[in-house]
């Protein structure tokens, strides 16, 4: 599978997803992201491969030892990485193809905030709303 950053400047491969798919609502990936959870899964290092653009890649470093990575150019985050951990968190709202795979839990619902509604039945559409302009 491939992914990339918004801008396509940055791009990357992976064999296969090592974990299951998760939603994470804490405060700091709510910040990180711009949105309300983050959708992550693990990677072993060895099954993710960056293709271009890597030395665009910025971090911050948002918990001891625990860095975020992004493109310097767009801002799209791409993986995160925390010291001493095998696997990579990758950001998998930036893979290009389908994992396959749905989310399995939501985790720091205790950070989300309180307009998170996923269980509601709000409306859902394929793209904007009717009469979006
Ligand atoms: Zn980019
Ligand atoms: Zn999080």
Not at 5 to 10: A, E, R, V, W
Not at 98 to 122: E, F, K, M, T
Request: proline content about 4%.
């Amino acid at each position: 599978m491939r992914g990339s950053c918004l801008c396509k400047s940055i791009e990357y491969e992976v064999d296969q997803l090592d974990t299951e798919i998760e939603h994470c609502a804490c405060h700091t990936c709510r910040k990180a992201h711009a949105a309300a959870f983050n959708t992550a899964a693990g990677v072993k290092q060895a099954h993710f491969r960056w293709l271009k653009g890597a030395e665009l890649l910025k971090h911050y470093e948002s918990s001891p030892g625990k860095k975020r990575y992004f493109c310097s150019n767009c801002g799209s985050h791409l993986v995160a990485q925390k010291e001493g951990k095998a696997h990579l968190v990758l950001r998998v709202a930036t893979l290009d193809d389908d994992p396959g795979q749905l989310p399995v839990q939501r985790i720091w619902a205790s950070h989300a905030v309180p307009w998170l509604a996923y269980d509601s039945d709000i409306d859902s559409h394929a793209e904007w709303q009717p009469g979006h302009q």
